[in-house]
């Protein structure tokens, strides 16, 4: 591969994210809803036993939240929405427990609340996770859901449920596809190479 | 609406007028906190494509995790961080033997009240202890901030604990949050900010205020805040003419002048603030605890465990390896030795400790009563060296975490305790009640 000339690097301190960046993540989410409850653990999101037999997306999508609902991996569709209860994501800080979700299409979770590492790494990996309640405790498997991105508002059985703004960082993190490529976006190295990343351990 | 600390702190960091918890903020550190991992973190820095760090001022990094070096791999992970230093021209390096990075940024006074520091190390909660917003984070995330300066972060709900009365003889800071941890489970505080008010947190000591936030990390919080008050100020004030002197001839007018813009800095939460839940302990009635193995959250009153035999007992870490811990400890074993069939481990949290223990008299009375000194830093806290236990063995430690395996034997026994606990239990060979020795 030829490597590109990088262009040079701080764009400066201020990077908004455009309307149609957010367009470009889908400034609405429509899908359906695959209801679960609290305390649901990385483990059962993706079992620790294929942390590092298992590589390519195809193979740790088809694994996806094997333990806690068997049907989902065969049956969730890209776009679909995981509602959840508290605390989603506790345990392990396995990256495969989002990016099964994300390689599987699932378009977003909205919970009740997130374990931190999870949340840091679901937004770094480029999956988007917004903290609704009351959306959570409105919301049944199979609904459909409508996720408002310009309005920050949730649409299910026919009301509507806000949530708390994502900031243009975490936007941009998500539609850049995660954090890395994010940062070599906003420093203008996006196109170019990306050097082989060491064991980050 | 009143704002809490977290919001407060998280507001300037952002550089906006106020934020909510809930928000997600794009938030500059004031300092960037990394260590042994320095190396395979500018692996990743590298690989986003840059050469030049955006922020070497406000990077601090430190060896401590695995020093002197046990092996040649190790040695060669310093290799690589030293020359990284030097090439990206970061001036606050701290070498080997300095200290641990929690106790050697305190010390040197470069994490100030109202800032927020992250560091690719979990118990970057440590700096509540000043009034400070500490997180820990990823290391792919510390490469994107030495990249841009800045990093995304949710703004966290606060939890609010106020402790009243008075810690009784003996009891101390360490009791206190394995009392809060064993009550509340390890995920009790999950992602919040936890903030400590009330008369038992607010005459504390400072060495005593510091172990406070650093266990909050064993109770899933982001950061952990106490009201930051005159002597916090004076520490900070003191140190950091010492590190960078003002251009003032007199000492007083000097070490005045920086309390003063220290003290502007500080951040203290409004009384109408909204807290996700606020929790209210008597400290009179907490006892001395015990976590035991393999969990922080398996807390347990000493009385219950007190006879069990132990093999090690290891003072030091970042959690309670200082001057008035070692004091605490040379106390209990004055004119006695430690038992038969038992070791004394000692590592002063940093080299500022070792020599002020020196000079007061401790470490002699230590070494006296058979105990065994390393290089200040990390030891076998987290299982690399200098002092882990074997196969079967169980250790009473000062450190923060007693996980399987923590130590670097699966099959070892880890108890958490204060420093007059592990200095009884080295002495009787059992884990003991200090107020009991003699
Ligand atoms: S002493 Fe232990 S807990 Fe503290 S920084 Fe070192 S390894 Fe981490």
Redesign the pocket.
Request: charge should be negative; glycine fraction near 16%.
């Given at each position: 591969m030829t490597r590109r000339k990088q262009r040079g690097g701080w764009q400066g301190d201020k990077v908004s994210v455009s309307q149609s960046e957010i367009k470009n993540l889908q400034s609405k989410i429509v899908g359906r809803v695959w209801k679960y409850g609290d305390g649901v653990n990385t483990d059962v999101i993706f079992p620790g036993k294929y942390t590092y037999s298992v590589k390519e997306p195809d193979e740790i999508a088809a694994h996806a939240l094997e333990d806690l609902d068997p049907k989902f991996a065969t049956a969730a569709r890209p776009g679909d929405v995981i509602v959840a209860g508290r605390n989603w994501g506790n345990g392990s800080s396995r990256e495969q427990a989002v990016t099964a979700l994300k390689y599987k299409g699932i378009a977003a979770v909205v919970a009740k609340s997130f374990a931190r590492i999870y949340f840091r790494n679901g937004i770094n990996q480029g999956l988007l996770l917004i903290t609704c309640p009351e959306a959570v405790e409105a919301a049944r498997s199979g609904d459909a859901i409508e996720i408002d991105l310009n309005n920050n508002v949730i649409r299910l059985t026919g009301r509507e449920y806000p949530f708390p703004p994502l900031s243009p960082t975490a936007l941009g993190i998500i539609n850049a596809g995660g954090l890395v490529a994010h940062i070599r976006k906003k420093l203008g190295l996006a196109g170019t190479e990306v050097i082989a990343t060491g064991s980050g351990d | 609406m009143g704002s809490t600390f977290a919001e407060k702190a998280l507001a300037r960091a952002a550089g906006l007028s106020s934020v909510v918890a809930g928000q997600v903020v794009d938030a500059k550190p004031d300092v960037a906190l990394s260590?042994d991992n320095t190396a395979p973190i500018a692996r990743i820095f590298r690989a986003i494509g840059l050469e030049k760090v955006a922020i070497p001022d406000r990077m601090c990094v430190t060896l401590?995790?695995a020093v002197p070096p046990p092996t040649p791999k190790h040695a060669q992970n310093h290799v690589e961080v030293r020359a990284f230093v030097k090439e990206q021209g970061i001036q606050n390096f701290f070498e080997v033997g300095r200290g641990?990075?929690?106790q050697v940024l305190s010390e040197e006074a470069l994490v100030l009240p109202g800032q927020l520091i992250l560091g690719a190390?979990?118990?970057t909660t440590h700096y509540g202890w000043l009034g400070a917003f500490g997180a820990g984070v990823g290391r792919t995330e510390m490469a994107a901030i030495w990249a841009t300066g800045e990093l995304w972060l949710r703004i966290p709900e606060s939890m609010k604990v106020v402790v009243t009365g008075r810690l009784g003889r003996g009891v101390t800071a360490k009791d206190l949050c394995l009392h809060l941890i064993g009550l509340l489970g390890a995920d009790g505080g999950l992602y919040q900010s936890i903030e400590f008010h009330g008369p038992a947190i607010a005459t504390l000591p400072l060495h005593e205020r510091m172990v406070i936030p650093?266990m909050m990390a064993e109770f899933g919080a982001k950061n952990a805040y106490l009201p930051p008050d005159e002597a916090v100020f004076n520490y900070l004030a003191e140190r950091r003419e010492r590190r960078a002197p003002l251009a003032v001839s007199d000492w007083q007018s000097a070490v005045s002048s920086q309390r003063a813009v220290i003290q502007e800095m500080a951040l203290y939460p409004d009384h109408d603030a909204r807290y996700a839940s606020t929790h209210i302990f008597n400290a009179d009635n907490i006892e001395l605890k015990i976590a035991c193995p393999h969990t922080v959250d398996n807390v347990r009153p000493l009385r219950e465990v007190a006879g069990t035999s132990i093999q090690q007992a290891f003072l030091?870490?970042?959690?309670n390896?200082r001057l008035e811990d070692l004091a605490a400890a040379a106390e209990i074993v004055q004119g006695k030795r430690v038992a038969a069939g038992t070791r004394l481990l000692v590592i002063p949290?940093s080299a500022e400790v070792y020599l002020d223990a020196l000079k007061a008299g401790y470490v002699q009375t230590l070494l006296e009563a058979g105990a065994v000194f390393g290089t200040p830093?990390?030891?076998p806290?987290?299982g690399v060296h200098m002092g882990v236990p074997g196969s079967g063995e169980a250790c009473i430690s000062t450190?923060?975490?007693n996980f399987k395996g923590r130590m670097g034997q699966p099959d070892a026994e880890i108890y958490l305790a204060s420093p007059a606990v592990v200095a009884a239990s080295a002495v009787k060979g059992v884990i003991a009640d200090p107020r009991e020795i003699e």
């Open positions: - | 260590h401590d995790h641990i990075c929690h190390d979990s118990h650093n030091g870490t970042c959690t390896g949290a830093g990390c030891g806290c987290m450190a923060n975490r």
